[in-house]
């Protein structure tokens, strides 16, 4: 049973930080293409940030220079370091695993940031 679990988000002044996790379970995690989405209450759910198997990273424009993705395989667990939040930034983050094998959704977790 394939399970990936969120964990970190929170609420925030404008301006700060968070971290969130994604530990996954069930499946071989070195493998998978990593990434974070988010949806915002009325919007579609949008992509964040990927890391490939090979730790390539690529980011949504708005998130780039201020959102950084890593991953320890290690520890089968998916990071994203959210620096300089904006209220904008406001969403339920997702995190997703993705290869030939399947695709995979976490169940999301809230972050929060007061102007």
């Known amino acids: 049973q394939v399970q990936l679990v969120e964990s970190g988000g929170g609420l925030v002044q404008a301006g700060g930080s968070l971290r969130l996790s994604c530990a996954a379970s069930?499946?071989?995690?070195?493998?998978?293409?990593m990434a974070w989405y988010r949806q915002a209450p009325g919007k579609q759910r949008e992509l964040v940030a990927t890391?490939?198997?090979?730790?390539?990273?690529n980011y949504a424009y708005s998130m780039k220079g201020r959102f950084t993705i890593s991953r320890d395989n290690a520890k089968n667990t998916v990071y994203l370091q959210m620096n300089s939040l904006k209220p904008e930034d406001t969403a339920v983050y997702y995190c997703?695993?993705?290869?030939?094998?399947?695709?995979?959704w976490g169940q999301g977790t809230q972050v929060t940031v007061s102007s």
């Open positions: 997703n695993a993705l290869d030939t094998w399947g695709n995979y």
């Open positions: 069930g499946i071989i995690f070195s493998k998978y293409t």
């Open positions: 890391i490939t198997s090979s730790r390539t990273t």
